[in-house]
């Protein structure tokens, strides 16, 4: 049952609920039936990945023989990735219609656009550590001159063919909240097909998992279960979480909050039940690189199909401490799954994820895990193929 943040919350024990904010994020819950005691298991991760945003106004003539279109980097990609590839475009669309803004979601399911890179013979620097300018290196080329002037037309014929309801939406305001992706199919590969290498593996792959357990743990919950299952995807991890709906928002300790509301438990009683509850920060972690085996840590040195990477930091970075390690750990070897640890180089800046940035609002017992993987915010990136399937089997624990 879908609830609305704007609407009051009706919930059975038992029952079975999802909650989006901005069409952006989701949070699904499983309510057990016995909520005497209860408290959350908590599953995040997020859905967001290094990309291009086209700008407002995002048409470019030049020189008389090319469209382009303008667009802006979001997150921290790999540039060198981007070229060559088949691309498309995906997003939010908001049409008025009549007094009503209505929200749609798009996908040009169809290759329309691509980086062109620049011929060895006119940049002799490309293979000398080249340093991409976004503004002038990265646009993707939308047509010939032929295609001048006719962008927002077609996005709104796009919209027309999503909607057979509809005759025209030629008259219509149209705002668009746009960006690009990689349309290259994923593939299984290697001598014994132990690898998969697929766009937006960081952190698809995570919230597929995530999502995979809370299904199969809908089938081994007891009829007394006192727990409330929580699977959380938020967005905007990739630029800070620091959006109405991002892992720093109010979005998860509102809904938990309002959980306890819904079902007329007192202030003091959902303290208690944050105090003795437990989430698992799902966001992938980096493997040892054939090439480049120096660049891992001494000792932490996680490899793809060797289990799920349970990651540490000393500045914080990420959440897990001796105590969720334990807990973890223990879920883990209950299910039979293997497990590796990750730490960076003490001489090598790493990555942050969401798992801290949530706790400083929802102040719960945390463990950062992720899967291996290599090529992290590549456009098309590799992880091991058994790796998934830990992953469910642990969360589902």
Known sequence: VELLEGKPWKMAPGGKYYITRNNSSIIALKVGSNLENYSFNVAASHSDCPTFKLKENAELE???????????GYGGMICSTWFDKPLSIAGRLLIKDGNELKTQLINIDRDLVLIPNMAIHMNRAVNDGYAYNKQIDMLPLFGDINAKDNFDEYIKSCIQSEDKDKESVADESLTT?????????????????EYISAPRLDD???????????????????????????????NNEEVGSTTMQGADSTFLSDVLERISIAYGLDREKYMMAIASSYMVSADNAHAVHPNHTDKADLTNRPYMNEGIVIKFNGNQKYTTDS??????????????????????????????????????????????????????????ETAGVKDTTYMIEALTG
């Not at 030049?62 to 303008?70: C, E, R």
């Open 204 to 234: 698809i792959q995570c919230a597929y998992s995530s999502l995979m357990a809370y299904i199969k743990a809908l089938g081994e919950i007891s009829d007394d279960y006192d727990k409330v299952n929580v699977c959380c995807v938020f």
């Open 62 to 72: 030049v020189k008389g023989k090319y469209t382009q279109l303008n667009t802006e």
């Open 323 to 380: 105590v969720s390690y334990a807990i973890f750990k223990d879920i883990c070897d209950k299910r039979n799954v293997p497990y590796q640890t990750y730490a960076n180089r003490s001489d090598i800046a790493g990555g942050s994820t969401l798992g801290n940035i949530s706790n400083s609002h929802v102040s719960v017992n945390t463990v950062d895990i992720g899967l291996a993987q290599l090529a992290m915010h590549s456009a098309y």
């Open 177 to 193: 909240e746009l960006f690009l992706y990689n349309r290259e199919k994923g593939r299984i590969w290697g001598c014994n097909d």
